[in-house]
């Protein structure tokens, strides 16, 4: 790889510090031991909760630094382990980036380490063997071990001198080897100071890292174990999200196991592990930094920022991923059902772990589901024997939602919620506690109510200045847990009606103006939290066994397209509004029906405009008028990334009717005139797990529909004259009333005409 190794460690500039000036401290070049010490020197005197003290000493006398930085009040630990390893330079000048980042928080786009930095007591010791590093840009640039002279020979492998299984696995009991283990466990004072630094701060100790290099590996303990012991489980499914973090940033690909998966081999005496295993500490990674061998210890200078941006964001990842247990690796669609296989289709739930995303409908629709890996070589027995038609889309969904990056909001910096990234419940709605505060005059939030675990619905108006007021628009979102671009796409409409006034779209700016706001972004806080945390593929609310609250209200309730099971994902609940968050929505629209002239759901996927009736066949009321309209707006939708969307009922589009659909209850009882379910993005490919990168596009185009539907100049092209709102509570009273003014204008009309 490289014919001249002497040449590429000739480009591996050393760059001299300038004491008492820690801005000089650059990453564009490496360092010596002295310049480093005197930067950490400088960094603790600048910042009153920087802490920095010799641990101890080396070998040869020099000595080994540890730097913390603390905030009162803070309980849980992270302790970072630098270079242990003379040759691995990259390593160090990570850790000493890491520390720039948490004390001088001077980089907005590493907003999550100095969120991270504020969370807990950190305690870095960036280089442990401080003689080895010295040694390597002295002398011997090579040099691994460190420096304690012996009759045997010279150093040993301090990461191979933990007492951790030591000197069974690839380590050596030979004094010259590199990998020489030592003659007993902590025999180095390194290892011994390092131990004794460890011990010390044991209690409350959440993360232990270790960097290295080189390989591009997050290796995750036991390094002498094949076995997968303990959590690592979750250790590895929060390194995936990870390597996932930092492949987006330079394309660089990171893999994640312990040394046996990764390396190929068992490892004994190592540092991480012998943490893992005396102090139980939860979460142990080992960071194999770039590159992949082109360089090795190579590496050259203009690759330690690329590589400490990516590492960093790989280290914020692992330290803010939430769990995700989903066990599934097959999503099987594309399947023309034909009717002799119906009931097949509709009776999958058999087989054990099947989990329907798109259900059985009409002949020669396709069916999405997803199937666990028990029940994988039944099912694809039995399609063959029956001759069924299935396609694989993604044969590993785990992997699939591993890649839906969810990102943290920073309270008062609404720069940091975009539409790159999902979002928790709570940064939703510190997200727009934030923006109503930015815009007191024109937005408003409420709860509209509390859910079973106590949650709060929020609502959302927005009534712009100038507003000319003409009708009531309502939105609703995320009714469905798993369906996450649909609160992404409800937040993106919120921040695009507030700065509506300051956009260069005319369009939006006049439509904007013409409306009363109302937004429900997550009508299911506890179903959408539960996907976050337990169950990626949650549907329904978190009452029980739960409840599809968009088969809970009181129209044609329970009698067609649900389910009476109450484990199934379309359980309507004992009785129409029996559940608190529809309970809410009820009271909510009711309380705003006066000049209602638009309500919009939005769910995911199949890449629908839906109208009501679901329950129905019949294409009933205005059908024709809002089908006239939403062609129009799929028209618009096209002709930005050219995303086609079907319309019609759920009979004509998704292929079977439903009963208590909500849009289909404010229809009824209101009799709004424009009232529309959206599915959004995809057709099928990703379904559920749409990646992050598809989030903005899916919010611009559905954006340009909105615009279409909302265009006073759409619906009047559709007939001669704007169809006259009728708004009622849909009880006897009103009607009646209505009808005795309409007498009595109709006989004045006549007194007048013809006095």
């Not at 629709?365 to 039995?382: R, T």
């Not at 904007?512 to 593929?537: C, I, K």
């Not at 059908?623 to 930005?640: D, G, L, P, S």
């Not at 708004?727 to 009607?735: D, E, I, L, Q, R």
Request: proline share 4%; glycine share 8%; with cysteine.
């Amino acid at each position: 790889m490289l014919d001249d190794v002497g040449k590429a460690f000739g480009k591996q500039y050393v760059k001299k510090y300038i004491q008492q000036q820690t801005d000089s401290y650059s990453w564009k070049y490496y360092h010596t031991l002295e310049d480093i010490y005197r930067w950490l020197g400088d960094m603790s005197n600048k910042y009153s909760n920087v802490d920095l003290h010799s641990i101890g000493k080396s070998a040869e006398g020099r000595e080994i630094y540890a730097l913390s930085i603390t905030n009162s009040g803070n309980k849980q630990k992270v302790i970072v382990e630098g270079g242990i390893h003379g040759n691995e330079w990259i390593a160090v000048e990570f850790v000493t980036f890491l520390i720039n980042e948490l004390i001088s928080q001077g980089n907005p786009k590493h907003w999550v380490i100095h969120k991270l930095a504020l969370k807990y007591n950190w305690y870095i010791i960036p280089v442990i063997n401080p003689d080895g590093y010295a040694y390597t840009q002295s002398t011997d640039r090579l040099w691994r071990k460190n420096r304690r002279i012996t009759r045997e020979g010279i150093g040993a492998d301090l990461d191979r001198n933990f007492d951790n299984n030591f000197g069974k696995y690839d380590s050596s009991d030979v004094p010259s080897d590199d990998y020489y283990h030592g003659p007993h466990a902590f025999s180095e004072p390194e290892t011994r100071i390092l131990a004794d630094f460890i011990t010390a701060k044991q209690k409350n100790l959440r993360f232990y890292f270790t960097f290295h290099a080189y390989g591009q590996k997050i290796i995750i303990p036991y390094g002498d174990r094949i076995k997968h012991l303990g959590n690592y489980g979750e250790m590895e499914n929060f390194g995936k999200q990870a390597i996932i973090t930092m492949y987006h940033m330079y394309g660089r690909k990171y893999s994640v196991g312990t040394s046996f998966d990764t390396l190929g081999l068992r490892i004994s005496g190592n540092s991480a592990s012998w943490v893992k295993k005396n102090f139980g500490v939860r979460y142990v990674f080992s960071f194999f930094l770039r590159d992949n061998g082109a360089y090795g210890h190579a590496l050259p200078p203009n690759q330690i920022i690329p590589t400490c941006d990516e590492t960093l964001a790989g280290l914020s990842t692992v330290m803010t991923a939430k769990p995700k247990r989903v066990k599934l690796n097959l999503f099987a669609t594309g399947i023309p059902v034909e009717e002799e296989h119906m009931e097949y289709y509709q009776n999958l739930s058999r087989l054990g772990d099947i989990n329907y995303w798109r259900e059985p409908g009409l002949m020669y629709k396709p069916v999405d589901f997803v199937v666990g890996p028990e029940s994988k070589p039944v099912f694809l027995a039995e399609a063959e024997k029956l001759g069924l038609y299935v396609t694989t889309l993604l044969e590993d969904v785990q992997k699939a939602f591993d890649m839906q990056t969810v990102k943290t909001y920073i309270r008062r910096n609404m720069d940091t919620f975009d539409w790159n990234n999902f979002f928790r419940l709570d940064d939703i709605y510190q997200w727009l506690t934030d923006l109503g505060k930015a815009n007191p005059l024109e937005m408003s939030i409420q709860s509209i109510g509390k859910t079973i675990e106590k949650r709060e619905i929020m609502a959302v108006r927005i009534v712009l200045k100038g507003s000319k007021r003409r009708s009531t628009v309502i939105i609703e979102g995320g009714i469905h847990a798993r369906e996450w671009i649909s609160p992404a796409f409800v937040t993106y409409l919120i921040h695009e009606i507030i700065h509506a006034s300051t956009s260069n779209n005319a369009k939006l700016k006049e439509i904007a103006m013409t409306y009363e706001w109302y937004f429900v972004p997550v009508l299911n806080p506890d179903g959408y939290e539960y996907s976050h945390t337990t169950d990626r593929q949650w549907r329904k609310n978190r009452n029980l066994n739960g409840v599809d609250l968009n088969r809970n209200f009181d129209v044609a309730f329970g009698t067609v397209g649900i389910s009476s099971q109450k484990a199934a994902d379309t359980y309507c609940g004992p009785s129409a509004f029996s559940e608190r968050e529809s309970k809410a929505m009820r009271n909510f629209v009711k309380s705003k029906r006066k000049n209602l002239e638009y309500y919009f759901a939005f769910h995911s996927y199949g890449q629908y405009m839906i109208i009501p009736y679901a329950h129905s066949k019949k294409h009933e009321e205005n059908f024709e008028e809002v089908k006239v309209m939403c062609q129009q707006a799929a028209t618009q939708i096209a002709r930005r990334y050219r995303t086609k969307y079907s319309i019609g009922t759920a009979y004509d589009t998704v292929g079977y009717m439903t009963s208590g659909v909500s849009g289909c209850w404010v229809k009824s009882t209101f009799h709004v005139p424009y009232v529309l379910t959206f599915e959004l993005r995809d057709d099928g490919f990703y379904g559920f797990a749409l990646p992050p990168q598809k989030i903005m596009p899916t919010c611009k185009e559905t954006m340009d529909g909105l615009l279409a539907l909302l265009s006073p100049k759409i619906k009047d092209s559709t007939k001669s004259e704007p169809r006259p709102l009728k708004h009622t509570s849909g009880s006897g009273p009103h009607f009646i009333l209505d009808k005795i003014v309409l007498v009595f204008n109709t006989f004045l009309f006549i007194i007048v005409r013809f006095d």
